[in-house]
T-cell receptor, first 116, second 117 residues
Framework: DAKTTQPPSMDCAEGRAANLPCNHS???????VYWYRQIHSQGPQYIIH???NNETNEMASLIITEDRKSSTLILPHATLRDTAVYYC?????????????????FGKGTLLTVNP | GAVVSQHPSWVICKSGTSVKIECRSL??????MFWYRQFPKQSLMLMAT?????????EQGVEKDKFLINHASLTLSTLTVTSAHPEDSSFYIC?????????????FGPGTRLTVT
């Protein structure tokens, strides 16, 4: 299984961009990178995912390096409500499932604290 | 995103009793449901995976006779903690996976806080 490495914690000033790095140097060519976050005492919330190209949605942007060994989640204008643990996950698919059978294995994530 | 609910959101039970937690996918059909457990200041640990109408597949170290999982329909899965002990106190989170557009995506419930006294 591809493993991910994230810094245990980061701080960010409110209104500034938060850039959360993730290393996944053993990722395979068909494995997706997913980002979830978990606000204290809640279930994880999906943020974004990508394979090769950079992705953007209403919550964040995902920048994946060309060699796919690392990625960065960008929250463009962090707010206090973005304080959470952010998990970078490599999705490991069952080879013959056509994307319908996979596991999401959570690491320790990065605790992002947005300060006023 | 899709909505997954859990009930109850918190429960306190006495040691030796059983407690059932429900997980529902509210606006999509979940072909697969997952149960995770999270101890304080730790990450989520996958306990088991279940497909509708099939027996659950448990992760290594998870006692299948203690944590009974039923996935009776495409929108409902239940986790029953039998003969609960204080060490079973934890945050239990379910997750449901279904077809969203052209891909299968996974959504998480809000979690259930179990305290065994």
């Amino acid at each position: 299984d591809a493993k991910t490495t994230q810094p245990p914690s980061m701080d960010c000033a409110e209104g500034r961009a938060a850039n959360l790095p993730c290393n996944h140097s053993t990722i395979s060519g068909n494995e997706y990178v997913y980002w979830y976050r978990q606000i204290h005492s809640q279930g994880p919330q999906y943020i974004i995912h990508g394979l090769k190209n950079n992705e953007t949605n209403e919550m964040a942007s995902l920048i994946i390096t060309e060699d796919r060994k690392s990625s960065t989640l960008i929250l463009p204008h962090a707010t206090l409500r973005d304080t959470a643990v952010y998990y970078c996950i490599v999705r490991v698919d069952d080879e013959y499932s056509g994307g319908s059978n996979y596991k999401l294995t959570f690491g320790k994530g990065t605790l992002l604290t947005v300060n006023p | 995103g899709a909505v997954v609910s859990q009930h109850p959101s918190w429960v306190i039970c006495k040691s030796g009793t059983s407690v059932k937690i429900e997980c529902r996918s509210l606006d999509f059909q979940a072909t697969t449901m997952f149960w995770y457990r999270q101890f304080p200041k730790q990450s989520l640990m996958l306990m088991a995976t279940s497909n509708e109408g099939s027996k659950a597949t448990y992760e290594q170290g998870v006692e299948k006779d203690k944590f009974l999982i039923n996935h009776a329909s495409l929108t409902l899965s239940t986790l029953t903690v039998t003969s609960a002990h204080p060490e079973d106190s934890s945050f239990y989170i379910c997750s449901a996976r279904g077809l969203a557009g052209r891909s299968y995506e996974q959504y998480f419930g809000p979690g259930t806080r179990l305290t065994v006294t």
